[in-house]
């Protein structure tokens, strides 16, 4: 019998957490911290884009009127509310988050949420039609177990897509995206927010981007779990779109 593998999604990061198993505690305290701040800080950092480019890659993964949702790693809900639109009344969403200051933020009547960690997931076998993870692969623990858990909880036939953003190919953009992404965000957090916490969120968020598992092991890892049609689109160079189906 072969040993289900383990796979960080980056090294630890010792300038926020001493070991891996201080890892979850740090993420859970940061998020629940700073998520009063969240929305507030995207929208600026997007430019207000952010919400119409999470619609168009839900559209993209086949997301269809009437299908049930599992959407891990709710935080505050910006991809769910695209996903409620698209779904209808017919629809049914499930928002999974180990946040609680998170899941306090959601605002989406008739959405279901569920405290409980991708590798971990708090749903039936079989339960989704399709299941999102927007932004949040950097910050689990297991990659491969929160993969196997997306393939569980999807019922065959079911899609998946996970979003990400990946550093860009070429020196000078990986420069300007590290810059703008380290200093520059940061610096408009410490102007909007209300917590202190939320400047050192948004420079942990572009560590992990600078410290994940290439494209190429993710999906690997995809394909590890038993995911087929496995593919990866990007815009813009740096949001990765990582699409597939459970047989």
Not at 74 to 94: K, S, V
Not at 150 to 173: D, T
């Amino acid at each position: 019998m072969i040993e289900p593998t383990t796979q960080l999604p980056h090294a630890p990061l010792p300038a926020y957490y001493r070991d891996e198993a201080d890892h979850a505690r740090y993420v859970r305290r940061i998020f629940d911290e700073t998520a009063v701040d969240y929305d507030r800080i995207e929208r600026a950092m997007a430019f207000g884009s952010g919400g119409k480019y999470r619609r168009d890659a839900l559209v993209r993964a086949g997301l269809a009127s009437g299908d049930k949702v599992v959407d891990v790693g709710i935080g505050t809900g910006l991809l769910a509310r695209q996903a409620c639109d698209l779904i209808g009344e017919q629809g049914r969403l499930i928002g999974v988050d180990p946040s609680p200051g998170m899941l306090a933020q959601v605002d989406l009547p008739g959405v279901e949420l569920r405290a409980g960690r991708a590798e971990e997931l708090p749903c039936a076998t079989g339960e989704a039609d399709f299941l999102s993870f927007g932004y949040a692969f950097r910050h689990v623990s297991d990659v491969d177990a929160a993969l196997r858990e997306f393939h569980r909880v999807l019922r065959p036939g079911g899609k998946l897509l996970i979003l990400e953003i990946s550093q860009p190919s070429s020196r000078l953009s990986r420069a300007f995206v590290k810059f703008y992404m380290r200093h520059i965000v940061p610096a408009l957090a410490r102007i909007v927010a209300r917590e202190r916490g939320s400047a050192e969120l948004w420079r942990y968020y572009w560590d992990t981007i600078e410290s994940c598992i290439p494209p190429a092991q993710i999906l690997q890892a995809m394909e590890r779990a038993g995911f087929l049609q496995v593919k990866r689109h990007t815009e813009l160079g740096i949001f990765s779109e990582y699409t597939a189906v459970r047989p």
